[in-house]
């Protein structure tokens, strides 16, 4: 594992990426969400950073699914290694002090970040992703898109339903909501849920 102090670098998420946990999380999602076809068919690619239209990088981006011009066909999806290892490391690495933990945090981060573009994945089966809405969708800031709306919603869900960790330990790590005294107890919690056989 790639661990500097507290800090994680990318081939802590790239492991997690190539990990049959991983696997078989994919596994779980498409099933509950009923996505029709063959993992192969929508490919996981691993990327540093999502390129805004004018070549910039974007930084709070950890996931994207990729469509034609026109939102007729998915093309793949991309999971953005760098955005969630410096996103990881800004929030936890001067307050998480187990190295454990930021794997556990880094594969929360990479599960949901999956699960979130797998439900759009399925907004596209159901018709709710196609080139007249998404103009519409687009001219709306992010937390006001409905299709992102449900997808936050959703993914949030699916990462509860399969680990079992709790609605607000999962909206405290994904939502970097951790000071030096909730970190102990984070950490804590951890290593309580962890030892319960959890994924």
């Given amino acids: 594992m790639g661990f500097f102090g507290n800090h994680i670098n990318e081939m ?11 696997k078989d999380f994919v596994l779980f999602v498409r099933s509950e969400l009923n996505i029709e076809g063959t993992r192969d068919q929508y490919p996981i690619v691993p990327k540093d950073y999502q390129q805004g239209d ?17 939102f007729s066909e998915i093309i ?40 979130h573009e797998y439900v759009h994945i399925q907004q596209f089966e159901q018709g709710k992703i196609t080139a007249e809405i998404m103009e519409i969708q687009n001219q709306l800031n992010y937390a006001e898109r409905e299709i992102e709306r449900e997808a936050v919603r959703v993914a949030k869900e699916l990462l509860i339903q399969y680990t079992g960790l709790e609605d607000s330990r999962l909206n405290q790590i994904i939502n970097g909501n951790v000071d030096n005294d909730s970190a102990r107890d984070l950490s804590d919690y951890l290593l309580e849920w962890e030892n319960r056989d959890n994924y």
């Fill in 12 to 22: 802590v998420v790239t492991e997690i990426i190539e990990s049959e946990s991983f």
């Fill in 54 to 70: 004018g070549g910039y990088i974007v930084q709070d981006t950890f996931g994207a699914l990729l469509f034609t011009s026109l």
């Fill in 76 to 115: 793949g999806i991309e999971i953005y290694v760098s955005s969630i290892v410096t996103r990881i490391n800004d929030v936890f690495s001067h307050r998480i002090h187990r190295s454990h933990d930021m794997e556990l945090i880094s594969r929360i981060y990479v599960f949901n970040a999956i699960a």
